[in-house]
T-cell receptor, first 116, second 112 residues
Framework: KAGVTQTPRYLIKTRGQQVTLSCSPISGHRSVSWYQQTPGQGLQFLFEYFSETQRNKGNFPGRFSGRQFSNSRSEMNVSTLELGDSALYLC???????????????FGPGTRLTVL | SQQGEEDPQALSIQEGENATMNCSYKTSINNLQWYRQNSGRGLVHLILIRSNEREKHSGRLRVTLDTSKKSSSLLITASRAADTASYFCATAPPGGNTPLVFGKGTRLSVIA
């Protein structure tokens, strides 16, 4: 089985721009979670989607949004980028959405976003 | 907010030695998971231990869980240079409807 894929792998943007990141979960997995990882804050949960519905959202401003498509692929969007948005953005897919967070999460390689 | 707190923040050992990392958490859990991350890449799941388990083994990994002390430890025996990575604990709250909460990790360096 192919693993979780994330595109693009690296991205450089300037303040004020917007960005869209993509995540394709493992085939058959229907739940996708997004995390932001920074040296100062560590791994922080952004949101989780299951069957095209947002099930949980972390404590991030409304500039961060996401969606999930019928094929389980997910995108996250950050509008009006700020310097502090520079981070590694990770997505994870989960095989058993009914017991979502009690199961192993399978992470993609991440998208490294740099905001100048 | 972080629930898991790993200790130490960084650890440097010689190849062949054992490495022990600790994780403390604050609230009750369904399970606790350990992940490894190599050089800012994705996380790889290592082991999951449920709240009713006390010890679990997987190859050279041994995880213990003490729910009375709200702590867990990860032991890597006979370490190799390839074990150099950051190690994170993540707690899953009861109920399964709340996301995993990750600690900030322990950076392990294994020197050949």
């Amino acid at each position: 089985k192919a693993g979780v894929t994330q595109t693009p792998r690296y991205l450089i943007k300037t303040r004020g721009q917007q960005v869209t990141l993509s995540c394709s979960p493992i085939s058959g997995h229907r739940s996708v979670s997004w995390y932001q990882q920074t040296p100062g804050q560590g791994l922080q949960f952004l949101f989780e989607y299951f069957s095209e519905t947002q099930r949980n959202k972390g404590n991030f401003p409304g500039r961060f949004s996401g969606r999930q498509f019928s094929n389980s692929r997910s995108e996250m969007n950050v509008s009006t980028l700020e310097l502090g948005d520079s981070a590694l953005y990770l997505c994870a897919s989960i095989p058993a959405p009914a017991r979502s967070y009690t199961d192993t999460q399978y992470f993609g390689p991440g998208t490294r976003l740099t905001v100048l | 907010s972080q629930q898991g707190e790993e200790d130490p923040q960084a650890l440097s050992i010689q190849e062949g030695e054992n490495a022990t990392m600790n994780c403390s958490y604050k609230t009750s859990i369904n399970n606790l998971q350990w992940y490894r991350q190599n050089s800012g890449r994705g996380l790889v799941h290592l082991i999951l231990i449920r709240s009713n388990e006390r010890e679990k083994h997987s190859g050279r990994l041994r995880v213990t869980l003490d729910t009375s002390k709200k702590s867990s430890s990860l032991l890597i025996t006979a370490s190799r240079a390839a074990d150099t990575a950051s190690y994170f604990c993540a707690t899953a709250p009861p109920g399964g409807n709340t996301p995993l909460v990750f600690g900030k990790g322990t950076r392990l360096s294994v020197i050949a």
